[in-house]
């Protein structure tokens, strides 16, 4: 188990000399895009920004029950785009998102 710079912990699922990548899941991305009130262009565009990411992978990644085995540059993206606005991914026992408080 790995701490979360966000107060949170997560699983750490990969490694490379300079990221961590955490699993994602379909649950926890539909909640964390629900938690913001976004859309999928929305949070496909805001996504882009970083990495390219359409709305229907956005669409289907939601739609996966368990983790989203995709290409690990979308996917960090997706985290990136995330966490910049506040959302703290949780993987312990249960997965879930939610919104860091500021202190």
Same mark, same amino acid.
């Given at each position: 188990?790995?701490?979360?710079?966000?107060?949170?912990?997560?699983?750490?699922?990969?490694?490379?000399?300079?990221?961590?990548?955490?699993?994602?899941?379909?649950?926890?991305? +539909?909640?964390? +895009?629900?938690?913001?009130?976004?859309?999928?262009?929305?949070?496909?565009?805001?996504?882009?920004?970083?990495?390219?990411?359409?709305?229907?992978?956005?669409?289907?990644?939601?739609?996966?029950?368990?983790?989203?085995?995709?290409?690990?540059?979308?996917?960090?993206?997706?985290?990136?785009?995330?966490?910049?606005?506040?959302?703290?991914?949780?993987?312990?026992?249960?997965?879930?998102? +939610?919104? +860091?408080?500021?202190?």
């Amino acid at each position: 188990m790995t701490v979360n710079p966000f107060g949170g912990s997560f699983s750490q699922t990969a490694k490379s000399e300079d990221a961590v990548i955490i699993e994602l899941q379909g649950e926890q991305l +539909r909640a964390a +895009r629900a938690l913001l009130r976004w859309s999928q262009q929305r949070l496909a565009e805001e996504t882009s920004r970083i990495h390219p990411v359409s709305a229907d992978t956005i669409k289907r990644w939601e739609g996966i029950d368990g983790a989203i085995n995709a290409t690990s540059a979308g996917v960090a993206a997706v985290i990136r785009t995330l966490q910049a606005q506040g959302i703290e991914l949780l993987n312990d026992d249960s997965p879930g998102a +939610r919104i +860091r408080r500021s202190k």
